[in-house]
């Protein structure tokens, strides 16, 4: 079947920090790979995507490379912010599948002064 | 502004109680969702509709019905068949269903269910 698996949480930086947060998959088709974010108390919102291999999503400061070898959709940042502190979700979907998502079980980022 | 509005934004249930979620955009969107989380779990999908009067199973519908009478609105009811049905429920949408995957989902702010 279909997986996402993300590192576990909580992920705890100072700010100013790089922060990579791992992220593969299994899947039995071609997938679209997407980081979503919920910060406290809300929905989720997209924070980038990639739809085919060595495809690079970026916002925000934000990216991830569609590492089609490695099965892998790592989310980086280069100076994380108090501001980003939240809760983040790797997902897939596949061709066929309509906009069904497959989620990770999320990391939680806090991010320190 | 458009978005996904849903309500109530916390929920308590009795036993053997049936109780409805309530999910409403204003984005013309043509496809659905409902989405269960639970703490330390992604999330997983309860129903799908792609269009009106048209609804599917998602991963985990027992215990969970739907309906999509309307473009704009796709309420989900918890029935007394759930057993656990305490967790953050989340409903989305997107442009269309189709071939296409990568088709971004809105989310709406979530409504926290909890039995009593």
């Known amino acids: 079947g279909n997986s996402v698996t993300q590192m576990e949480g909580p992920v705890t930086l100072s700010e100013e920090a790089f922060l990579t947060i791992n992220c593969t998959y299994t899947a039995t088709g071609y997938p679209s790979l997407f980081w979503y974010v919920q910060y406290p108390g809300e929905g989720l919102q997209l924070l980038l995507k990639?739809?085919?291999?060595?495809d690079k999503g970026s916002n925000k400061g934000f990216e991830a490379t569609y590492r089609k070898e490695t099965t892998s959709f790592h989310l980086e940042k280069g100076s994380v912010q108090v501001s980003d502190s939240a809760v983040y979700f790797c997902a897939l979907s596949l061709t066929g599948g309509g906009n069904k998502l497959t989620f990770g079980t999320g990391t939680q980022l806090k991010v320190e002064l | 502004d458009g978005g996904i509005t849903q309500s109530p934004k916390y929920l308590f249930r009795k036993e053997g109680q049936n109780v409805t979620l309530s999910c409403e955009q204003n984005?013309?969107?043509?496809?659905m969702y409902w989405y269960r989380q639970d703490p330390g779990q992604g999330l997983r999908l309860i129903y799908y509709?792609?269009?009106?009067?048209?609804?599917q199973k998602g991963d985990i519908a027992e215990g969970y019905s739907v309906s999509r009478e309307k473009k704009e609105s796709f309420p989900l009811t918890v029935t007394s068949a759930q057993k656990n049905p305490t967790a953050f429920y989340l409903c989305?949408?997107?442009?269309?269903?189709?071939?296409?995957?990568?088709?971004?989902?809105?989310f709406g702010s979530g409504t926290q269910l909890s039995v009593l």
């Open positions: 990639a739809t085919k291999a060595d």
């Open positions: 509709s792609q269009i009106v009067n048209d609804f």
């Open positions: 984005l013309n969107h043509d496809a």
């Open positions: 989305a949408s997107s442009t269309r269903w189709g071939t296409a995957t990568n088709e971004k989902l809105f």
